[in-house]
Every structure is written in C-alpha cells, then in structure tokens.
C-alpha cells in the first residue's frame, strides 16, 4: 500500500497491476515501469487471473487493456467495481488501441480514471500513472482524516451524552431531593401533629381530678399507640434520609429466620384479631432451622412494613406471610386479600411518598415511604423486591436475597 506523503519517492513503493494480453506489451510497460524504479508490478496477459490476483495482490493501481479476449476491460472494470473498497480511489489507466471517442468515453463513464490510447507516449504513461498515484494518496489521506475526524465526533458525542446523562442524573436527584422535602413538610404536619396531639389531648385529659382507674388505663393506652405510630413515622424518616443519601451500613449476621418470623408473627397478631383476619404462616417444613447470613434489622423492618401495609389495606379475608428456600436464594413473601392496587400506582409504588390516596382526607394513615424503604433495604442486601396485584383482589409483595456462605465483607 503506498504511503500518505507527497515524497515522490513513496510512490515507486505503490503495487502496480497490468493487465494486456500481447506479452510485448507487457514487457515493455514493465521494462519502463522497473527504469522508473517501481518495484512492487505484476502483470497477466490472461484477463481471467484478474480477479484472483486482485485479491492477493491488493494493487494501488492497474493499467488495463480493453480488447482482450475472455474478458474486456470493460467486463472486468464492471466485476472488479464490488471488490474495490468505496472509501478509497482505485485508479484505473486504460490503455488502449481503440482511440474512438465512443471507447474512450465509455471507458472513463465505467470505471476508468484515465485513458491512453495506443501507441502510447512512455513519457506521458509515467507522468499519468505517478498523477494518478498521488491522487490515491490524497483519497487515503483523506478517508484516514476522516476516520480520525469520525472517531474524534464519536468520542466527543459519548462525553456529551455521558455529560447529558450525568446532569439528567444531577437533576432527577435534585428533584427528587425537592420532592422528599417538600413532602416532608407536607406530611409533617400530618403524620406528626396527629400523634403529637392525641399525646398532648389524653396527657391533659389526665390531669382532670375525676377520672376513674379504667378511664385512666384507657387513656395511657391510646397515648401509647399515638406515640408508636409517631416514633414510627420518625423512624420512616431517618431510614428514609440514610437510604437516600447513601449512608446505610449494614451489619451481617447469621440469624434463625424461623425465631424471626415468630417473633413479628407476634407483633402483629393482635392487629389481625382486631380486624378479624386470618394471619397464616407459610415456612418450610423441612428447613426448621434456617439460618441466613443478613441484616436482620434490615430484614425486620422489611417484613414489617410489608405486614402492616397488608394488614392496612385489607378489610376481610387474610394475611400470609412466608418463605421458601432455593440453593442460593430465598424469596420472602406477604399476601393479602386487600383493596390490591392499580397498574398505573404500581409502577411508582416504590418511589417517596407515594400513597394510592394522597388527598388530606385519606383514610389510611402513613408516611408513603414504607415500600421506599423495604425497597432501599432489598437493594442494600443485594436483593430485588416485587409486587403482583389486582384492584379489588388483593396483593403479594415479594421479595428475594441471596443466600451467603460466609459474612459478606
Ligand atoms: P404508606 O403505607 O405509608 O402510604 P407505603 O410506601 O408503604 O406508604 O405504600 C405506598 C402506597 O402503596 C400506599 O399508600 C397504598 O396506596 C399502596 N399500598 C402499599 N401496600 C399495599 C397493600 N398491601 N395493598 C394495597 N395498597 C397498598
């Protein structure tokens, strides 16, 4: 292949195809090519090896007879036209014994870069051939620019999208920090002063001299529930704020799932009693004691949330809470017989503060972040969380966490 450059030298380097079946033909462009000092020239008096030695010989330029037998110079302009690379200039010099304008046009409209009619001037052959080589060089010189300049677009436009992704990142992060602030502030007054003022309401009521033993137990109870749903929704806002900001730590330890199942089964039977739902427990028979390497607060709070959303949002019917055990993976999960949610709330259902009623009138009580949060703990343990529901039928949350061998480091 010759060389970019416009030293005159380079070019005598260029691989040069003849093509002619009169063998003193042949011989004499050869003889004059090799006193010009080219050094790479093959010729072929027989127009059918033209396509093979094109293929190994790779030239940078062929001198081409029209009038041959087997193949004419224009069949083999036309069969070579798929072989030659479109992104460079394969110059073709035709010389020829027909010097009728019709041949010479019809030459130069198929295929040819130039035409020379026989008998030619070997003066003027080697000054058309060194021409048309440097045009080739200028072509490659060009298509390698190109290359570079195409490269160069490629790179700039990944950084810009990289950039542009970035700040999309940037911005949905800033957004959604607004959002969990403003939502904050909504849902302060809401989810805090609700508790705050059943706590403050009994505490005064408390203090009335004429109040009975039973009176008084009752009111210390409901001030009890007021300050767990408030201590809860402070905890939601916490786990919240370290989900978010990436400062969750988590503390592995081989943990009894089954002790675990037991002991929330216990915190929220009574919430079942109360709203005459069957509580059943799903657990492997032939696992009774597995033990999974995790962060067990993590998992609880998961469970949790999930229980109580399920116990929440169902009116009659059940609640199942279970899981099952594959060799690296065990998949959690709480179903209910529920009010279900709808395809559009789904697809959100694990951002912030997203609640099926979000009206001040809701009936339900809640932060809108506990999915947020089961979603945020999953993700840490390396685990996925989903949801199958039906409006009116009920839901399953589910959730998966590998199973480790040894603490995670
Ligand atoms: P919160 O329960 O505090 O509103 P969550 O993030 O836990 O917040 O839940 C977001 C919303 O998802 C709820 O407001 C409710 O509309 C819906 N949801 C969650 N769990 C269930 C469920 N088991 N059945 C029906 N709807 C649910």
Do not use: W
């Amino acid at each position: 292949m010759i060389e970019t450059m416009k030293d005159e030298s380079v070019f005598l380097n260029a691989r040069i195809l003849i093509v002619d079946d009169q063998q003193p033909n042949v011989d004499l462009l050869e003889g004059f090519l090799e006193m010009q000092g080219y050094s790479e020239v093959k010729s072929i008096t027989d127009s059918r090896d033209v396509f093979r030695l094109f293929e190994s010989f790779k030239p940078d330029l062929i001198l081409l007879d029209l009038a041959m037998p087997y193949f004419t110079g224009y069949e083999i302009m036309d069969k070579l036209k798929p072989m030659i690379d479109p992104n460079t200039f394969l110059p073709i010099l035709v010389l020829s014994a027909n010097i009728s304008v019709e041949a010479k046009q019809k030459a130069l409209s198929e295929g040819a870069s130039d035409f020379l009619s026989k008998p030619f001037d070997l003066t003027e052959v080697g000054l058309r051939i060194r021409n048309l080589l440097y045009a080739r060089s200028l072509h490659i010189q060009l298509a390698d620019q190109n290359q570079q300049l195409e490269e160069r677009v490629r790179e700039r436009t990944q950084e810009l999208q990289k950039l542009a992704e970035d700040l999309l990142a940037a911005k949905n992060k800033a957004e959604a920090s607004d959002r969990l602030k403003s939502s904050f502030l909504q849902t302060i007054s809401h989810e805090i002063r609700t508790p705050m003022n059943g706590i403050l309401g009994f505490a005064s009521l408390l203090s009335s001299p004429d109040l009975t033993e039973t009176e008084k137990f009752e009111f210390i109870s409901l001030m009890e529930v007021s300050a767990d749903r408030l201590i809860n929704t402070i905890t939601d806002y916490v786990d919240i704020s370290m989900i978010n900001s990436d400062n969750l730590e988590t503390s592995y330890q081989r943990i009894n799932v089954k002790k675990l199942i037991y002991e929330i089964e216990n915190k929220y039977t009574n919430a079942c009693k109360n709203k005459h739902l069957s509580f059943n427990l799903h657990l492997p028979s032939d696992l009774t004691e597995f033990e999974l390497i995790t962060d067990q607060n993590f998992l609880r709070s998961i469970l949790s949330h999930l229980l109580a959303n399920a116990i929440k949002f169902t009116k009659t019917g059940s609640i199942d809470l279970g899981y099952t055990v594959e060799p690296s993976v065990v998949t959690f999960f709480v179903t209910d017989t529920g009010i279900g949610i709808d395809e559009e709330l789904q697809k959100k259902i694990f951002e912030n503060f997203i609640q099926g009623d979000d009206s001040i009138t809701r009936i339900f009580e809640g932060s809108g972040l506990g999915l947020s949060i089961c979603q945020g703990f999953v993700k840490k343990l390396d685990g996925t969380i989903e949801i199958k529901s039906a409006l009116g039928k009920g839901s399953t949350f589910s959730f998966k966490l590998p199973i480790y061998t040894d603490i995670p480091v």
